[in-house]
């Protein structure tokens, strides 16, 4: 594993440009899109703001409850990103090198993670929450099978539904490459399959006000069977772009229509689980609508026809680089400063107290990122 580890290291040294002392690779890159950046980045500003909200730092009218869609948007670009980076070798004809883009992933993902897992395991008091799924299901990235909110470290589920899918993904991968039809045919079948399963699942679980919420979140909202509707969208724009360049010309051409589409989608989804309780509606149809919304963001972010590809949003760049490394100390980081606004009667409701949570989070998380997730 160390020789392996060496290569991958030499390998991806001789495609980037020298690096300087306290200068992120990923920063000059020319391929670098300021669209994807501010994704990215809005992506993790309303996670957190989302997650802030449990501990008390709520917005007025509470629009910090719609943060969790960031997730969603996380989502569909890891799918269009990562999924590209699979796909682009079958393009030249060449086979997916299985074992170079595992050691990749592994040390891009795995060394910020355990050191994070490893404050939850032996500093309890640090947790947010005092439960806890068990530790073999975080090493193991299980820990969304069986999980309800309220836990420490309930976030990193979504790390370990990505996880899952891109072990999957390059054996999909391989099968489709040698069935045309099933270029189509797969990916309509996981999003209808999960459009099937959600509307059973949400029928096991309907109460006499709608469907159990403990219900939804252990078996809808967690888990990865019912939540691939965006990585697939991502994966599935990576292969256009890919494959069928002139598909991806008129998708771009489509941009400035798919911008005011991708929102309405996004209001009309929210819409849908703004009830006094969960409709079966809302879990079936919510997150499909959502993925849509956000790979119709995804794409105008990309297209030469609107600002968004060639505008760089000052910070924006910054915080997409350490968005990983936010996601993951965020609720540690929240906990403390809620803690302290608690002890020193600071008003948590206040626009002041959230920025604060939120500047400490991405210096927390530029530390993790410069000693542990960078190197």
């Not at 969603?72 to 682009?88: E, H, N, T």
């Not at 968005?323 to 626009?351: D, G, M």
Request: charged residues 15%; positive net charge.
């Amino acid at each position: 594993m160390p020789l392996l580890a060496s290569r991958v290291r030499n390998s991806v040294s001789e495609t980037t440009t020298p690096l300087r002392l306290g200068v992120d690779p990923r920063f000059t890159d020319r391929e670098r899109q300021p669209g994807l950046d501010l994704l990215r980045a809005l992506a993790i500003i309303v996670v957190v703001i989302y997650h802030a909200a449990l501990f008390g730092f709520k917005l007025p009218g509470r629009v910090d409850r719609f943060g969790w869609i960031g997730v969603d948007l996380f989502f569909v670009l890891s799918g269009y990103l990562i999924g590209g980076q699979l796909i682009a070798p079958l393009t030249r004809g060449r086979p997916i090198d299985l074992r170079r883009f595992f050691a990749r992933r592994a040390l891009r993902i795995i060394p910020a993670y355990f050191v994070i897992l490893a404050v939850y395991a032996f500093l309890p008091p640090w947790r947010e929450y005092p439960e806890m799924s068990p530790l073999w299901k975080f090493v193991f990235s299980l820990q969304n099978i069986g999980l309800h909110g309220g836990t420490a470290f309930s976030h990193a589920w979504s790390l370990a539904v990505e996880d899952q899918f891109y072990l999957l993904l390059p054996v999909i991968l391989i099968l489709v490459r040698r069935w045309a039809r099933a270029r189509f045919v797969v990916p309509c079948l996981i999003v209808l399959g999960g459009i099937g399963l959600r509307a059973f699942l949400a029928r096991q679980n309907l109460a006499e006000t709608g469907v159990s919420f403990r219900g939804f979140q252990t078996w809808i909202y967690y888990p990865t069977w019912t939540r691939l509707d965006p990585l697939v969208f991502g994966v599935v724009l990576a292969a256009i772009e890919k494959f069928r360049p002139r598909w991806w010309r008129r998708l771009m051409n489509l941009a400035p229509w798919l911008l005011l589409r991708g929102l309405a989608l996004l209001v009309y989804a929210l819409y849908l689980g703004e009830g006094d309780y969960l409709t079966a509606a809302a879990a079936i149809w919510q997150f499909p609508l959502i993925a849509l919304g956000m790979a119709a963001l995804l794409v105008c972010a990309v297209s030469p026809r609107l600002v968004l590809r060639r505008v760089k949003i000052p910070g924006a760049a910054f915080i997409a680089s350490i968005a990983y490394s936010a996601y993951l100390v965020q609720k540690l980081v929240i906990h403390f400063v809620s803690q302290f606004c608690v002890t020193h009667n600071i008003v948590l409701t206040s626009a002041g107290a959230l920025c604060v949570v939120e500047l400490c989070v991405y210096a927390v998380a530029t530390i993790l990122f410069l000693a542990v997730e960078r190197p």
